[in-house]
């Protein structure tokens, strides 16, 4: 079957490489001899007449679309430009909208099906059910069309085996185009390479925070050493990449796996840059993994330390140690480890003391980073549940974004909400001797310049507009 997938260009996230398409691109071809494009938009800041012409010259049998919450609109614009292209294109969803909002956007007309949460075994089953004329009604993991209802399947089975799934589809994409495009590329808020490429080595987490989204369910499903420390080997030897950020839900979640992933690194005597930009949990860490960390490249860890209100803890349901974190972030710039923190604001109910804890908890530790996340509702998850925002229309989603207030679910005035956030981002950087610290640990001088003055310009923005 000939299949496009598609990343859209909304131009609201960065053209970050795609790696869950490239992991649906390489489960497809591992089930059959099916022809393959992916089209990045965000990469490419194609427009709408050059996504078109790309579909037109590779006459598809089935179009792909994934994309995140914030990018529904684009999702739909696209669905609905390939159904002019050939009404006889079959248009599937997935990604993160897909997941969060199956309900209402199986209802597009232009969209045949959605595909739910991890999708390798999922769009392998469809593309099977629709290339040999089987009844697709059984297959989980997917929402269709049956007559004029709609139907959403049981969530597929998780893959227990992870390492069963081909390593991503690298050479679908030109990776050059990340590596020198004029955007950033990276999750890394103080990336100092150029040459950066994402890396699952586990799926899933066992935790309950209230705000997750949950895609990878609860039961952590971790990659063999083996298999991930050869993919770094594979990124390293053919596409010359410099630094590898692990973007796991919870890395840390065993620790003994984490140090063999550092050990094997250490003894096949790789060079790599390693980070950790989706944040690991502090709490979980103990100095040896610290150690070997340093040892094995790291040179970033970020912490997701949400709140520091003991209340807010217990409300959001993550009931984090906040004193063992603080030894924790101490210990990791002790061994010379840039170290970031983020925090999020808002969650229902929140008092304008308790977000003052959180802000000075930043202020207070020695972090060389820190990002303070307004906090946003989205389907599916227990937070929206509280809230009785389980559904939510597709115009609402323009509404929900962690960089800017768009919904105060907080007991602050939104004009003060904007205030504390703009203040904290000021108060924790514009410090000379902050400054000093973020110029000494980072190795790359001319990307920390270029990372301050993009903090500025947020802080001047939010500051007087």
């Not at 669905?79 to 969060?100: C, E, M, N, P, S």
Request: charged residues 25%; hydrophobic residues 40%.
């Amino acid at each position: 079957m000939k299949i496009i997938l598609i990343i859209p260009n909304s131009g609201k996230i960065p053209p970050l490489i795609p790696l869950g398409t490239l992991y649906i691109a390489s489960a497809l071809k591992k089930a059959g001899d099916h022809q393959i494009k992916i089209i990045d938009a965000r990469v490419g800041r194609l427009n709408y007449k050059e996504i078109s012409g790309s579909i037109k010259s590779f006459s598809p049998e089935l179009v792909g679309i994934t994309g995140l919450c914030i990018e529904a609109p684009e999702v739909h614009k696209l669905v609905r430009l390939v159904k002019q292209i050939d009404a006889q294109y079959k248009v599937v969803v997935g990604g993160a909208y897909a997941t969060f909002c199956r309900e209402s956007i199986i209802e597009d007309p232009n969209i045949d099906f959605v595909v739910i949460g991890e999708g390798e075994k999922a769009i392998c089953n469809l593309v099977d059910a629709l290339e040999n004329g089987k009844n697709i009604s059984g297959i989980d993991g997917i929402g269709f069309k049956n007559g004029s209802k709609t139907t959403i399947n049981l969530p597929v089975a998780l893959t227990e085996d992870i390492d069963s799934i081909p390593l991503p589809a690298w050479g679908l994409i030109d990776m050059e185009k990340y590596f020198h495009g004029p955007h950033k590329h990276s999750q890394n808020p103080a990336s100092v390479f150029n040459r950066i490429a994402p890396l699952f080595t586990s799926r899933g987490c066992p935790f309950g925070c209230i705000f997750c989204h949950n895609i990878f369910g609860k039961k952590v499903r971790a990659r063999s050493v083996r298999n991930v420390v050869e993919e770094i080997e594979v990124l390293i030897k053919e596409y010359a990449v410099e630094e590898i950020e692990i973007i796991d839900d919870i890395f840390n979640f065993d620790l003994a796996r984490a140090k063999q992933i550092c050990d094997e690194i250490i003894k096949r005597g790789i060079k790599i840059h390693l980070s950790f930009p989706n944040a690991l949990r502090a709490d979980m860490m103990d100095e040896e993994l610290i150690v070997k960390l340093k040892k094995a490249g790291t040179y970033l860890i970020y912490y997701a330390i949400d709140s520091a209100s003991p209340e807010v803890q217990k409300q959001i349901n993550k009931n984090l140690d906040l004193e063992k974190s603080k030894e924790v972030i101490n210990m990791t710039i002790r061994h010379g480890i840039a170290t970031g923190g983020y925090f999020m604001l808002g969650f229902p109910g929140e008092t304008r003391e308790q977000m003052r804890q959180t802000i000075r908890f930043a202020l207070k530790s020695k972090l060389h980073f820190a990002s303070f996340f307004y906090v946003a509702s989205f389907p599916h998850t227990a937070l929206s549940k509280r809230l009785g925002r389980d559904t939510i229309d597709q115009e609402s989603f323009n509404h929900s974004d962690v960089l800017k207030l768009t919904r105060n679910f907080s007991s602050v005035p939104d004009s003060e909400f904007r205030k504390l956030v703009s203040r904290a981002y000021g108060k924790f950087y514009f410090r000379p001797y902050q400054m000093w610290r973020i110029w000494k640990v980072l190795p790359n001088k001319i990307m920390v310049l270029r990372n301050l003055c993009m903090v500025l310009g947020r802080y001047i923005k939010d500051r007087f507009h």
